[in-house]
């Protein structure tokens, strides 16, 4: 059953009066996979195309949205990897260090079993038409899809664990310290 055109109008009313047209316009980017003109933007978040354009530009600056400028539209999408890098200090937030690795070598294990059974090195290239497997298709159509998930995590989980343990940064900050031989050089 589909709500009414008055249900429909009153959430539409509420979430237009909660929100400023930045908020209106950062969560209407976020459900925008494909690039799309700003104006048709302006439309989803309720707002005039001149404002959309100048919140779509800040969020771009911001590594939210990703520009594309095809003659004479300017055109925007969310920035998948921004999304990504939520979800990792998410993850960060709500684990221990000892957490993550351990959650990263529970999913490695559960992706060597997978490797071994499809006799393949990743997901991309696993068949379910495998003549040596006792599992109905739909069965190994399940774990491929499964596997896909288990890389994402670890890529995730690995990612998490790399921040908790690196002060908030992905890499760890090289400190460089004088040698003895060095610096005794220095006082010379």
């Not at 059953?1 to 047209?21: F, G, H, L, Q």
């Not at 979800?87 to 000892?98: K, L, M, P």
Request: hydrophobic letters at 35%; proline letters at 3%; glycine letters at 4%.
């Amino acid at each position: 059953m589909e709500p009414s055109d008055d249900v429909v109008t009153n959430i539409r009313d509420s979430w237009e009066a909660e929100n400023d047209a930045f908020g209106r316009v950062y969560e209407s980017i976020l459900g925008i996979t494909e690039f799309t003109r700003h104006d048709e933007i302006a439309e989803v978040a309720r707002c005039a195309p001149n404002t959309a354009k100048k919140h779509l530009r800040r969020l771009n600056q911001m590594g939210i949205a990703e520009f594309r400028n095809p003659g004479r539209a300017l055109m925007f999408r969310r920035n998948d990897a921004y999304l990504e890098w939520r979800e990792v200090t998410q993850i960060a937030d709500d684990h221990s260090v000892q957490d993550l690795a351990e959650r990263v070598r529970e999913l490695e294990a559960t992706e060597a079993e997978l490797k071994e059974e499809f006799g393949v090195e990743g997901p991309d290239t696993a068949s379910v038409y495998r003549s040596d497997s006792d599992r109905p298709t739909h069965e190994l159509m399940q774990a491929i899809g499964t596997w896909n998930g288990i890389q994402r995590d670890i890529r995730l989980y690995e990612a998490a664990r790399q921040l908790q343990q690196n002060d908030g940064r992905l890499i760890s900050a090289f400190v460089a310290t004088p040698t003895d031989d060095h610096a005794s050089s220095e006082s010379q």
